[in-house]
């Protein structure tokens, strides 16, 4: 590659890029000590102490403030309109930055609420519920690299900038998991959020409040993906459910009818 007049420009935007992937990965295993409550000096169980209606008001801000930036920057009027004033080639880098921000600020002003909701005392049934959790970490991560990881933090664009190749995308492709469920990125978080053997107010009133965002924002991201790709995306919805596998879906309805006659 020869250089020009815009190189150094483009390696700052790659730097920045970077340290933007190096803080979703410093969020992403802190959040994965939060919520478990290991090797972190804070986590959803054993956080800052105040009464529980203080507690819960200062807890429910901090979960709003990052749906609402999670949310709003990624839609894609807010990013029209944001790239007026960032670099396209860093928008996505700029979004995981702040995406990592809002999160070390739940973690750093979190407020754990002691009082338990319920508790496993079981050996089996507490090793069970631990194994879903790790289940539900490893379908989060994984499904990031069954699309494109690096593209969806932001590290591909600052590499193909570097390089001055255009970005292109890919395109839809439903590929392993995406062929169960449309979403199994946020299936594995809502399973590894409510996969506790031991669950206290605190982390029932974090899991709740996330499964209320997801169920809410997946709504303006389906809407997204319609506009972008068409009757593409409306047959795939047709065809996918959106978090839960046909199998499941099939057991819950059998649960629910068994449970209904036994009444």
């Known amino acids: 590659m020869t250089a020009d007049a815009g190189t150094p420009l483009r390696l700052v935007g790659l730097v920045y890029g970077a340290l933007s992937y190096v803080a979703f990965l410093g969020a992403f295993g802190y959040l994965v000590g939060f919520v478990v409550d290991v090797a972190v000096p804070r986590s959803v169980d054993r ?3 105040d009464p529980p209606v203080q507690a819960m008001a200062i807890d429910l801000g901090l979960l709003l403030l990052f749906a609402l930036q999670h949310s709003v920057m990624a839609r894609p009027a807010f990013k029209r309109w944001w790239t007026r004033f960032v670099p396209e080639p860093v928008e996505r880098s700029t979004y995981v930055l702040v995406s990592s921000a809002a999160l070390a600020l739940l973690y750093w ?8 909701v319920w508790q496993l005392d079981s050996t089996p049934a507490r090793t069970a519920v631990y194994a879903v959790g790790a289940l539900g970490w490893l379908i989060a991560l ?9 593209e969806l933090f932001g590290l591909r664009q600052v590499l193909h900038n570097l390089s001055s190749k255009p970005h292109v995308q890919k395109g839809f492709r439903a590929v392993l998991l995406y062929r169960l469920v449309r979403h199994p990125l946020m299936l594995g978080f809502l399973l590894a959020f409510w996969a506790a053997p031991t ?4 982390h029932a009133l974090f899991a709740a409040a996330f499964t209320v965002y997801i169920l809410i924002a997946l709504q303006f991201e389906e809407r997204d993906l319609v506009a972008a790709l068409g009757e ?3 047959r795939y919805q047709a065809r996918v459910p959106m978090l839960l596998p046909r199998g499941w879906r ?4 059998v649960w629910r009818s068994d449970k209904a006659a036994t009444k």
């Open 199 to 202: 669950m206290t107010t605190g």
């Open 47 to 49: 956080a800052l102490k």
């Open 142 to 150: 994984t499904s990031t690299f069954m699309i494109d990881h690096f």
């Open 250 to 253: 099939l057991a819950w309805a």
């Open 109 to 116: 002003q979190w407020r754990s609420i002691d009082i338990t």
């Open 232 to 234: 593409q995306y409306r």
